[in-house]
C-alpha cells in the first residue's frame, strides 16, 4: 500500500509555530496536487491548503495568513508552515495526493494515499 508519511506535529501554546511535512517514500509525486487536510476533534476532516506542482496554491479552511504550503518536487516533499496557531487547530493533520494535476478542490474523494496523520496540540 503505496501511502504518504507526515511528520512535525506537536503540542504548541498558543500564538506559536509549527512546520509540518509530508514525505512520499518509494513513490514520486509527479505532476499530482497534494492537499493538506485536518480533522479536529469531533468533526469532518477539512482541507486546509493544496498546491500542485509547480507552485499554484488553493487554501481551504483556515483562516488565510497563518498558514502557508510548500513543495518541494526534487525530495517529493510538501511542507505546511503554520503560524499564530489557535487552541482551534488543534487537530490531526493529514496530506494525501490528488488525483489531478490541479488543485480544483478538497472532496475527499479525489485524494488517496492518504498518511497515518500527524497530531497538532495547541494548548497552555
Known amino acids: 500500500q503505496v501511502q504518504l508519511v507526515e511528520s512535525g506535529g506537536a503540542w504548541v501554546q498558543p500564538g506559536g509555530s509549527l512546520r509540518l511535512s509530508c514525505a512520499a517514500p518509494?513513490?514520486?509525486?509527479?505532476?499530482?496536487?497534494v492537499g493538506w487536510f485536518r480533522q479536529r476533534p469531533g468533526e469532518e476532516r477539512e482541507g486546509v491548503a493544496c498546491i500542485e506542482r509547480y507552485g499554484t496554491i488553493k487554501l481551504g479552511s483556515p483562516p488565510k495568513g497563518r498558514f502557508t504550503i510548500s513543495r518541494d518536487n526534487g525530495a517529493d516533499m510538501v511542507y505546511l508552515d503554520m503560524k499564530y496557531l489557535e487552541p482551534d487547530d488543534t487537530a490531526v493533520y493529514y496530506c494525501?495526493?490528488?488525483?489531478?494535476?490541479?488543485?480544483?478542490?478538497?472532496?475527499?474523494?479525489?485524494?488517496?494515499?492518504w498518511g497515518q496523520g500527524t497530531r497538532v496540540t495547541v494548548a497552555a
Open positions: 494525501a495526493k490528488s488525483d489531478d494535476v490541479s488543485c480544483s478542490g478538497f472532496r475527499l474523494e479525489d485524494y488517496h494515499h
Open positions: 518509494g513513490f514520486s509525486l509527479g505532476y499530482a496536487a
